[in-house]
C-alpha cells in the first residue's frame, strides 16, 4: 500500500473519507464488478420485468459453465443448492441465481444474468449511478474462450501466432467476438469447444485479466455507501440487494455485533479486489474498497491469504484505521 501503483484503496467511516489512495486510478475489478449486475437485477424485479418466483433449469446455466476456468465456484454453488434442498425438478429459482453470483461468484450466473437482463440496461445502471469513470460490461465470461475460438475457426493461426494476434486486437474486435461466442453458446454450440479453454498459458491468463472491467475505488466507494445506507433505492430494489449482497449476516458470530454488511470480492491469477460495506450495532457505518491488479504469485498468495484479517481489523481497531491515515498523507491521491 506504501509502495504499489497498480493498486487503490478507499475508506470511509461514518461519512468521512479517512483514507484515499490512487482513488481515481482505474484498476480491473474483476468479480467485484458483478454488483453492478446484482444492482441491475434488483431494479428489474422492482419494476417488475422480472419475476421473483421464476425458475430456471440447470441445464440453462451449464451452456455457460466453462469447466476448470472458475476456480470450483460454480460446482460449490451447485452443491450448496444441493445441501439446503434448493433445486426442484432440475430447476433453481432465479434469485438463488442471482445470489450464486454474488456469493459463489459463479461465473456461469453472471453470463446467464447478463443476457437475462441485457447488457444495454446493465451499461445504462452506470448512467444512472453516475460512474462516469466506469468501463461497460460485457459478455466477459465468453471472453474466456477466445484463444481457443480463434485457434478452430481461423486456420492459419497456430499457438504460436496465437499471442500476438490477441495482443494486437482491438478492444472494439475482442467485445464483437465475445458477444459471437456467447450466441454461439446460447444456440448450444462450441460444447466440445469447452473442453479445451483449459490449459491455458499465463501470457493468455494475462491477456483476459487485463481486458477486464476497469473502474476507480472511489466509484465503488459510492456504491458501497449508497448500499450501507439503504436511502436511494427503493424497498423492493433494496430488499434484493440485501438478500444478494448479505450473506454475511448468516453468520451466528457477525450478527452478534453488526447491523446489517455486505461484500464482494473479485480475483484473476493477477488482481484481488474487495468491496465491503457495514454497520456495526452502535451504528458506525464503514465502507472499504480494495483494489490490486497486475501482482505477483507471492504478493497474490498473501493478499488472498491475509484479506479477511485485514478488513476485520480495519472495522475493529481504531489504531489500526489510524495508520491509514498516516500512509494517506504520504502518497499522492
Given amino acids: ?80 443448492l444441493k445441501v439446503k434442498n434448493l433445486i426442484q425438478n432440475n430447476q433453481v429459482n432465479i434469485v438463488e441465481i442471482a445470489k450464486g453470483m454474488i456469493n459463489f461468484s459463479s461465473n456461469a450466473n453472471t453470463e ?77 454450440k462450441l460444447k466440445e469447444l469447452k473442453k479445451k479453454v483449459i490449459p491455458m498459458s499465463e501470457s493468455l491468463q494475462k491477456n483476459w485479466s487485463d481486458r477486464l472491467p476497469k473502474s476507480t475505488s472511489n466509484e465503488y466507494l459510492r456504491i458501497m455507501s449508497i448500499l450501507n445506507d439503504k436511502q436511494i433505492f427503493n424497498n423492493t430494489m433494496q430488499e434484493v440487494l440485501d438478500k444478494l449482497m448479505e450473506q454475511l449476516m448468516e453468520h451466528p458470530n457477525n450478527s452478534e455485533w453488526l447491523k446489517h454488511a455486505g461484500q464482494k470480492g473479485g480475483s484473476t491469477s493477477f488482481v484481488i479486489t474487495n468491496a465491503t460495506y457495514i454497520t456495526d450495532k452502535e451504528n458506525n457505518k464503514t465502507e472499504i474498497v480494495f483494489l490490486a491488479n497486475n501482482l505477483g504469485y507471492l504478493e497474490y498468495m498473501k493478499l488472498k491469504i491475509n484479506m479477511n484479517n485485514f478488513i476485520l481489523k480495519l472495522l475493529k481497531d481504531a489504531n489500526f484505521r489510524n495508520e491509514f491515515t498516516i500512509i494517506n498523507k504520504k502518497r499522492t491521491c
Avoid at 486486437?169 to 446460447?186: F, V
Fill in 1 to 80: 500500500m506504501k509502495e504499489n501503483d497498480d493498486f487503490a484503496f478507499s475508506l470511509k467511516r461514518n461519512n468521512i473519507i479517512e483514507c484515499s489512495i490512487n482513488s481515481q486510478k482505474k484498476l480491473v475489478l474483476a468479480s467485484t464488478v458483478k454488483i453492478i449486475i446484482a444492482i441491475e437485477f434488483a431494479e428489474q424485479i422492482s419494476k417488475e420485468k422480472i419475476n421473483p418466483k421464476t425458475n430456471i433449469s440447470l441445464d440453462v446455466l451449464d451452456v455457460f459453465y466453462l469447466p476448470k476456468t472458475d476456480g470450483g465456484a460454480h460446482p460449490e454453488w451447485i452443491n450448496y
Fill in 112 to 188: 446467464f444474468l447478463i443476457n437475462e437482463l441485457g447488457l444495454h440496461n446493465i451499461n445504462n445502471q452506470l448512467k444512472k449511478l453516475n460512474l462516469n469513470d466506469h468501463d461497460p460490461l460485457f459478455n466477459f465470461v465468453s471472453s474466456v474462450m477466445i484463444p481457443a475460438y480463434l485457434l478452430s475457426t481461423v486456420p492459419s493461426l497456430t499457438k504460436k501466432s496465437l499471442k500476438k494476434r490477441m495482443i494486437a486486437m482491438s478492444k472494439r474486435e475482442y467485445e464483437d467476438l465475445s458477444k459471437e461466442i456467447n450466441s454461439a453458446l446460447l444456440q448450444g
